[in-house]
């Protein structure tokens, strides 16, 4: 793995999952100061010498777009498990949205709707190809689900958004999805 991905996986597991062991003071919309998390990665010898400038290249050279830096803060835009719930913007989904799993899953899918699980939110994606590469990561041969987002819209089901690939909800209920 190059530094620069494993740089990304290290700050995305401070920000989405364990801000607390790097002593990260993060406000409610997941921002911290980039100076502290400086700081904190500057106490493992691996990170030592990392630079705000590091972390421009990290979020530039990625393939997904995983965090921000503005105005001297840094937040990842999704995947969060911290128990202080993040605040995401509302908005008006795209009118299809589609969310890659592992086969062994649709049994409990179909019962119970897609369901945060270890997240604060469930993962959708906007593209089948992003869905795909979603799914790949729990299953070799992923199933796509395709959700109706326009009509569970209307019928008052709350979408976030996340980056420009991924959406945010706080659970999909099955009548609004079809295996594809
Ligand atoms: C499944 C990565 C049983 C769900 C990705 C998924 C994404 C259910 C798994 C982001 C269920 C949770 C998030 C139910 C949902 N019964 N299983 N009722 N409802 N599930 O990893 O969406 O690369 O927490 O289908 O690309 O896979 O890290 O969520 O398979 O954008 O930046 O429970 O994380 O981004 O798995 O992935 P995850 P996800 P990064």
Redesign the pocket.
Known sequence: MDKLTELSKEI?YALRHAPWEYELEMDEEGWVPVEQLLDALHKDEKWKKVTESDLMKMIEKSE?K?HEILNGKIKAY??HSIPMRIIKVQKIPPKVLY????GR?LD??K?????P???QY??L?QDVETAY???M??DRKPCILKIDADQAWKDGIIFYYGNEK?WLADEIPSKYIVKM
Do not use: D, M, Q, W
Request: cysteine-free; glycine content about 18%.
């Open positions: 995305s997904k995983r999704y995947g969310h890659g799993t592992a899953f409990s899918i019962e119970n709707g897609l369901l699980k270890g997240r469930v993962h994606s590469s979603v799914g990561r729990h991924v």
